[in-house]
């Protein structure tokens, strides 16, 4: 249907469940991971996130004798075969889901899913594959005691830097020696999971003629902070002199993948006050990074643009930046709220400046390298990323 009327298509292929709208895991990885609870990810308190395989079984054998990575592959490799009329002229781009909800990052958000989440979150690497990956790497730099546990003095989900030492903002843990070796680590099993698993979509998709897109999340609150705490415990090992996504954007180049980033509509003053927060300075680091390695960008809104806000402003502001090697933007939450009086016509005065360059951005009511497409498509509730 969708090739008989023309429309073209940017499938995503998600590797792990999703909250909302509910979408479970395979049965067969599901009754595994029942059967050996440690190949999901657990927190310092031992709960478990059923939404997500670790990332230290990436090449374990884990699923009736197949590693994680053969199983993606094999999953590739059926939908390739089972779509190949419609690659190119109606399947042309192919997300590839990383993580939880399609990210890559870790599931460090609270198990609950609150959609009110503004605190630091929490390392996730107890599960027994993740330990005894760490204990090796401690061993294999001189410091066993350094391969025990986590962390033991970083907050709790909710908490906010100021709870324990080690994101304190002068002296803290993650500023010493132990702190930068675990949060090397850390960050580099998720840099590794990410890079294993584009490079086997590369390897199943790469001679088609279809662009292959991964996204990563705007961990934006607690950005101005020195150590940016969210960023670390998702496994963004972005801090104060340190600039963690260098090498994200180094794996998407190599891969020739484009990254989807959300929060196009975001800006620093409609944030909540003592959080921190500062989507805007972040997204920028982000697109720096992407043009300096070549990689083209794919925007989102995270929410469905208020009667009274600047966020069209702001999207129009983010896809003409000069920075921006923006390659497409969809604007998510189509429902009804979107068609409402109140709505629409911001959307189609949003679309008509896009469409009319010479328009100021004032023109836009408040609320290329131009687009080459423009979508609107309904949206899952994904876990919250900012309030």
Not at 23 to 28: H, T, V, Y
Not at 139 to 156: L, T, V
Request: aromatic share 12%; charged share 25%.
């Amino acid at each position: 249907m969708a090739r008989d009327v023309g429309l073209r298509l940017r499938v995503s292929l998600h590797l792990h469940a999703q909250r909302r709208p509910r979408l479970p895991l395979p049965e067969s990885v599901s009754r595994a991971a029942a059967s050996n609870p440690d190949l999901l990810f657990s927190d310092r308190s031992g709960r478990r996130h059923p939404d997500c395989l670790s990332f230290a079984v990436d090449d374990l054998p884990v699923l009736d004798g197949k590693t994680p990575m053969e199983v993606y592959e094999e999953f590739f490799q059926s939908f390739r075969f089972a779509f190949s009329d419609f690659f190119g002229a109606t399947i042309e781009d192919i997300t590839i889901g990383l993580g939880p909800n399609g990210e890559l990052r870790y599931p460090s958000f609270p198990p609950s899913g609150s959609h009110r989440f503004t605190g630091v979150g929490e390392f996730q690497c107890y599960d027994k594959y993740m330990l005894a990956d760490l204990k090796r790497h401690a061993m294999e730099a001189g410091n066993p005691f350094w391969g025990h546990s986590g962390p033991h003095d970083a907050p709790e989900y909710n908490q906010s830097p100021a709870f324990g030492k080690f994101f304190k903002e002068n002296g803290g843990s993650w500023e010493t020696a132990y702190g930068q070796f675990f949060l090397s680590w850390y960050s580099g099993k998720l840099l590794s999971h990410g890079d294993r698993l584009l490079s086997v979509a590369s390897q199943v998709f790469g001679d088609l003629p279809v662009a292959l897109s991964a996204k990563v999340p705007l961990l934006h609150w607690w950005h101005k902070t020195r150590s940016r705490p969210s960023q670390l415990t998702a496994g963004f090992y972005n801090t104060d002199g340190r600039d963690g996504y260098e090498a994200v954007a180094e794996i998407f180049s190599s891969k020739s993948c484009t990254m989807i980033v959300p929060g196009m509509d975001l800006s620093d003053r409609d944030q909540p006050q003592g959080v921190k927060s500062s989507p805007e300075s972040l997204l920028s680091q982000i697109m720096r990074a992407c043009k300096k390695h070549g990689v083209r960008l794919a925007g989102e809104n995270y929410s469905l643009v208020g009667v009274g806000t600047t966020a069209f402003r702001r999207i129009k502001e983010n896809i003409l930046a000069e920075n921006s090697r923006l390659d497409s933007f969809t604007y998510h939450r189509m429902g009804a709220e979107f068609f409402s009086p109140e709505h629409w016509p911001l959307f189609t005065e949003f679309m008509r400046s896009l469409m009319q360059p010479e328009m100021d951005s004032d023109d836009i009511p408040s609320s290329g390298e131009r687009l080459s497409v423009m979508d609107a498509v309904p949206a899952n509730d994904r876990e919250m990323q900012t309030v």
